[in-house]
């Protein structure tokens, strides 16, 4: 595997893939890929949320079980998510609501680590 790099790129082009060395792309074709990464990644965030506020309502014991699960499918990851969000907030779970909740958790945990003491392992409340 010397020329691990120059296979991989063989290979995606056998592929049909296009493959452009970054140094010769100009930057109008560089923002446009960037803008088409970020619409990509945008739409299957929203497909997400839809997915997981379109799951099947669990019961708490099918809730429990699920959170003893390890190793779950997507189907099951989803459920677990819109039933944890229905509990939570004790409202319809909506796609919205999941990225309202994705945005204070994340909001949250940033909080969270400014606050977090990790030589007393505490919270700092001053």
Known sequence: MRRYRESVL??????GYTVIDADDADDDESGAVIESVKAASQE????????????????????LKLQDKRAKTKTER??????????????????????KDDERRLVSSTADALLFDTEAGVFDKT
Do not use: F, M, W
Not at 10 to 15: K, N, Q, T
Not at 79 to 98: G, N
């Open 78 to 99: 989803h459920q677990q998510r819109k039933a944890e969000l229905s509990r939570r907030y004790e409202i319809d779970v909506t796609p919205d609501l999941v990225e």
């Open 10 to 15: 063989a290979s995606l082009v056998e592929d």
């Open 44 to 63: 299957l965030y929203a497909s997400e949320c839809q997915a997981i506020a379109n799951s099947d309502e669990l019961s708490g014991a099918e809730l």
